[in-house]
């Protein structure tokens, strides 16, 4: 709604303390962004966690149809990172050398945060990293699997494990583009894009690899564990709706 939207814009105005003039400037870029974030939240979590809960009720994976999903929806990012690009050259085109500075200083303020708060979690900053196995013992606790259930999906774990160097960096990569263009005079909107679409790319290809772990996990539960699991997720939705 229109009156959402004023507020979101409102709300980045009041975070990044501009002046009325500024807020002005970015409030159609704000709304904008606002409705994309909407439309992608939706593609990227709702239908991505419909397509899960009905692949966890059926007996068996259907690999095509995971697969198709997942691409849907991650080529609907694609197709706005360019949009994504163009706003970020216009914000730094209304911040002042001062704000800017200071965004750029929470932003590395908020990344010294998460190395420490999630140290332990699989996508991480922190170079220091657990092993395979340290995460597939939380994960058969979080499932409650049995010590074969635990065996049977240590070379899942493995499998997706192997993936975080490379996906890390992808997240690194953009960080450090858009921390070094607040820090700039000038914004590079191409170059930006550019770094966005290698990020986009480095999960693009790896979604078959996810498919799979997804189908071979799958086999591994039985079906009162997927039950148990259908419902931690249908619980979660239903909390985020009546929040």
């Not at 959402?4 to 962004?33: H, I, M, Y």
């Not at 700039?184 to 894009?193: G, H, I, N, Q, V």
């Not at 990020?199 to 189908?215: K, L, M, N, S, T």
Request: proline share 2%; glycine share 2%.
């Amino acid at each position: 709604s229109s009156c959402s939207k004023k507020t979101e814009s409102t709300t980045s105005a009041e975070r990044l303390d501009l002046n009325e003039e500024q807020a002005a400037r970015v409030q159609t870029v704000t709304a904008g962004l606002y409705g994309e974030r909407k439309a992608l939240r939706k593609l990227l979590r709702d239908d991505v966690q419909d397509e899960i809960l009905a692949q966890l009720k059926s007996d068996s994976v259907d690999k095509d149809s995971f697969e198709l999903v997942l691409k849907q929806s991650w080529s609907e990012v694609e197709a706005r990172i360019p949009k994504v690009a163009k706003a970020f050259a216009e914000y730094h085109a209304v911040l002042e050398p001062e704000r800017r500075s200071e965004f750029a200083e929470k932003m590395e303020k908020r990344r010294e945060w998460k190395k420490d708060r999630h140290r332990r979690r699989f996508l991480i900053f922190s170079e220091e990293s657990h092993n395979a196995e340290d995460v597939n013992g939380k994960i058969a606790d979080r499932l409650d699997l049995s010590v074969e259930q635990e065996k049977q999906m240590l070379p899942v774990t493995e499998e997706l494990y192997g993936e975080r160097t490379a996906l890390r960096q992808a997240r690194l990569n953009v960080y450090n583009e858009v921390l070094a263009q607040l820090k700039s005079d000038t914004a590079d909107a191409p170059k930006l894009e550019s770094v966005l679409r290698s990020g986009w790319f480095v999960i693009d290809e790896r979604i078959p690899i996810v498919v799979q772990a997804f189908a071979e996990a799958h086999a591994v539960l039985i079906p009162e564990q997927r039950a148990e699991f259908v419902e931690k997720i249908e619980r979660r939705q239903e909390h985020r709706k009546n929040r």
